[in-house]
């Protein structure tokens, strides 16, 4: 995710610093910044000299929010999985490195299945969307199975009408081109959707940008749209038919879900969320926003 520009004051060079923070609302299309953003930043990985912190995914349980997400290290430039824990989803409390391989990681979405936990994170240095089930939640990863073979970014899977659902972008560089597979249980065998590619040629909608979710009777997947630059501003679009035969969607309406702020931590771009509806019918999310620091800080 690092960039980097001269647009600001050359002679000097510039990077994009990702940090994470928190929306809230009435749903996941009425949600405004929580108070205190941005909550976790490179600052508060203890156990690794971090450049930016990202790409963050949550999950309930045993009464406590488990927040995991990539930690970008500031020598190598490759990514790891971070965790953190809160009792209110509000004050997060850093708690470690919980997912470490020779090659980049990133995008480590997290949920449960037949009482176990499982992460899947992009892992393009594997060769293939490797998924890991959790020994011992929330630590513990290890490899349960690739999935599908290739160079796969920011995959996605979700759970709707009877099967498993997988997004995955095949073109990491240029962020153009979505694919969609399909199975009977998570950890395969997958199947090629027939209306595959469902995005061939789109920068604006290509590449997935958090969980999808459910809206009352209605499915959403998250979109980055990456014009005119990557992780510019993230969007909402509608899966309106969903068969192993069949695939249809629909942008939504309201325009950009998530954009950058005016200024301050996300003043550049936001390109994640991962949205959850609490008890009492209100809707929070866990987002990352980044904005420019002068390279070497």
């Known amino acids: 995710m690092s960039e980097s520009t001269g647009g600001k004051g050359d002679p000097l060079r510039w990077h994009r610093v990702w940090s994470i923070g928190l929306h809230s609302g009435p749903s996941p299309f009425a949600m ?59 004050v997060w409390r850093y708690s470690g490195i919980v997912l470490d391989e020779p090659f980049h990681l990133a995008y480590p979405q997290v949920f449960a299945w037949a009482g176990r936990h499982y992460m899947l994170p992009e892992t393009i240095g594997a060769g293939a969307i490797r998924m890991y089930g959790a020994a011992e939640f929330p630590r513990g990863f290890t490899p349960a199975g690739d999935l599908i073979e290739g160079i796969w970014a920011d995959p996605t899977i979700f759970f709707d009408q009877g099967l498993w659902w997988l997004l995955a972008c095949s073109t990491p560089y240029e962020n153009r081109t979505l694919h969609l597979f399909f199975s009977e249980q998570p950890l395969g065998p ?17 590449r997935p940008g958090g969980r999808v979710f459910r809206y009352g009777d209605r499915l959403f997947r998250l979109a980055q749209d990456c014009v005119p630059r990557y992780g510019t501003q993230l969007r909402a679009i509608e899966i309106v038919e969903l068969t192993p ?53």
Request: aromatic share 10%.
């Open 190 to 206: 997958w199947r090629r959707h027939p209306r595959s590619p469902i995005v061939a040629d789109d920068r604006r909608s290509a």
């Open 32 to 90: 405004a910044p929580v108070p205190g953003n941005p909550v976790l930043i490179a600052s508060d990985v203890t156990d690794a000299d971090a450049y930016y912190v990202a790409d963050p995914f949550m999950l309930l349980y045993g009464g406590v929010w488990h927040m995991f997400f990539e930690v970008l290290l500031r020598r190598s430039r490759r990514g790891v999985i971070g965790s953190a824990i809160s009792t209110d989803a509000r």
């Open 245 to 297: 035969t069949r695939y249809a969607e629909l942008p939504s309406g309201d325009g950009p879900l998530l954009r950058p702020a005016p200024e301050g931590w996300n003043s550049v771009g936001m390109h994640h969320m991962d949205a959850h509806r609490q008890l009492d019918g209100t809707w929070i999310a866990c987002v990352d926003g980044d904005a420019f620091q002068p390279v070497g800080l």
